[in-house]
Structures are given as structure tokens and as C-alpha cells.
């Protein structure tokens, strides 16, 4: 749709310009600070699974050393309470909700369980399956993060794209347009009032 070449019109097109460009730096700076934010939880969720695997490990083989030691932990095991510690709250990052998610960890220096029906092995294990749950709970928060970053920063770029590649070339062009329009139109008045200047001096 081609727009009417007035000043009025020059003037608004300007001024979306100008708005679709600052929209732009925006845009482009909101999807550089959240793709450092992504980079550095990838970072963290790398070593968090590394550590999680190892840690999973030894706590599997330290139960496996507390029933062999005790016979089958089972019994003491179902007298630790049902978790329900876990508390989810969010932290924004240019908009963008992130989830911060803690539990309570029961201190290593003071179990849950009667320690004279156990035995060392079967505290290590609880020492072991204790640090697992921090790292899970640490995980799912980093891991949760780098996907709602990712949708978002996609979510951005499609943003800072349609200005970028369309809305500001298109503010462009129908400024040149009536730019060129007006000129033209100046040209055809000066030739006009020049003519009608020579038709009265003679």
C-alpha cells in the first residue's frame, strides 16, 4: 500500500522509524544478555550432571554397602518422612521468569533416623542420597531456566528479525518515497513560480 507523499506523513514515518530502531536495539541487547544468561546455566548444567552421575553412583554402591552390612535398609528407610520441602519461587532475567527452587537439606550432623538401629555404612549412604537431592534440586532449577531461556531468546531474535528485515527497510523506503515526491513537487512549484515570474516581467 503505497502512503500519500505530505510532510504530515514524512514526519510520522520518521518517527516510527525511530521506534522500530530503538524497538531493535532493545530487542538485539534483551537476546544477548539472555543468550550470556543461557551460556552460563549450560555451563553449570554441564558439571551439575557430571557431578549428579558420580554422586548417584556412590550413593547406589553406598546402599548397597548399608544392606549388606545390615540386611535390607527398608525398614528404616520408611521411616523417613515424605519429602515435601521443596519451595518454588522465580527470578526475572529482561522479562523472563526463571524458577529458583530450594529444599530444606537436613544437616549431615543431625540425621533423621535412630542411629543406634544403623550403622556407618548406612550414614554414608544418607550422607550420599542427601547430596544427590541437592544436586537434583539445583539441576532441575538450571535445567528448567535453560529451557525457558531458549524459548525466549528464539521468541526475541523472531522480534528483532520482522524490524529489522521488514518494518524498518519498509519506514525507509516511504521515507525516500516522500522525500522524492516532495522534492519533485518543490521542483514543479520553483519551475511554475518561475515561469509565471517571466510571463509578468514581460
Known amino acids: 500500500m503505497q502512503i500519500f507523499p505530505t510532510k504530515g506523513n514524512l514526519i510520522r514515518v520518521k518517527r516510527q522509524l525511530k521506534q522500530a530502531q530503538l524497538g531493535y536495539e532493545l530487542m538485539d541487547r534483551k537476546r544477548n544478555i539472555l543468550v550470556r544468561e543461557m551460556v552460563a546455566l549450560t555451563d553449570e548444567a554441564k558439571a551439575l550432571r557430571s557431578s549428579f552421575d558420580?554422586?548417584?553412583?556412590?550413593?547406589?554402591?553406598?546402599?548397597?554397602?548399608?544392606?549388606?552390612t545390615m540386611g535390607v535398609v527398608s525398614d528404616v528407610a520408611e521411616s523417613f518422612p515424605v519429602e515435601d520441602s521443596l519451595h518454588l519461587s522465580v527470578r526475572s532475567v529482561m522479562g523472563v521468569e526463571l524458577p529458583k527452587i530450594s529444599a530444606d537439606i537436613q544437616p549431615s550432623d543431625s540425621p533423621i533416623y535412630p542411629m543406634r538401629s544403623t550403622n556407618s555404612a548406612f550414614d554414608n549412604a544418607y550422607l550420599c542420597f542427601n547430596k544427590v537431592k541437592e544436586i537434583t534440586v539445583r539441576l532441575a532449577e538450571v535445567e528448567n531456566s535453560i529451557y525457558r531461556l531458549a524459548i525466549a531468546i528464539k521468541k526475541t531474535q523472531k522480534r528483532a528479525n520482522a524490524l529489522k528485515n521488514i518494518m524498518i527497510p519498509?519506514?525507509?523506503?516511504?521515507?525516500?518515497?516522500?522525500?522524492?515526491?516532495?522534492?519533485?513537487?518543490e521542483r514543479e512549484e520553483f519551475s511554475r513560480q518561475k515561469v509565471i515570474k517571466k510571463r509578468k516581467s514581460g
Open 170 to 185: 519498509k519506514f525507509n523506503e516511504q521515507i525516500r518515497f516522500i522525500t522524492n515526491a516532495l522534492d519533485e513537487k
Open 54 to 68: 558420580s554422586t548417584y553412583s556412590e550413593a547406589y554402591k553406598a546402599l548397597a554397602r548399608a544392606n549388606i
